[in-house]
């Protein structure tokens, strides 16, 4: 224990950065754990086919119109805030659906500051939507609801 000691008074900034560094990777461990409105695709399709969770795309018209789950609302996440007017039931489940599954964090946490319950992130976004080959629906314009 002695050395133990010595080192860390030796090597204190590493030290420090070693315990910043494990406290951080513990956080965003349980953080996944604790996580549970992150959902795969089948949880996705369950979703959409027993309880009628609207899929709501935040990717640009252009990236919507490439391809989106079918019958997904298009609302870009650059003006969420602005069209939240758009969704109107708040017990319906809600799908938020972005490119990857990185940029719906902040959309999610909106809809749950405006009283929105039932709140689900596609992880991995359309990327993983469409690597299990899932139907896509493209389309020329976006649809708004």
């Known amino acids: 224990m002695e050395q133990f000691t010595e080192f860390v008074g030796n ?21 996944g754990f604790t996580n549970k409105t992150t959902i795969d695709p089948g949880r996705v399709t369950e979703l959409i086919n027993r309880e009628d969770a609207l899929v709501v795309d935040t990717r640009s018209m252009a990236d919507y119109a490439k391809g989106h789950i079918i019958n997904a609302i298009n609302i870009p996440s650059n003006g969420f805030k602005d069209q939240l007017h758009q969704l109107k039931d708040k017990q319906q489940p809600i799908i938020v659906v972005c490119s990857t599954g990185t940029t719906t964090g902040s959309t999610c946490k909106l809809l749950r500051e405006n009283g929105f319950e039932k709140i689900y992130e596609l992880k991995g976004g359309m990327a ?18």
């Open 11 to 31: 090597q204190f900034p590493l030290f420090l950065a070693l315990a910043v560094i494990l406290g951080l990777l513990a956080q965003n461990l349980w953080a």
């Open 128 to 145: 993983s939507w469409m690597g299990v080959n899932l139907p896509i629906s493209k389309s020329k314009k976006a649809k708004n609801t």
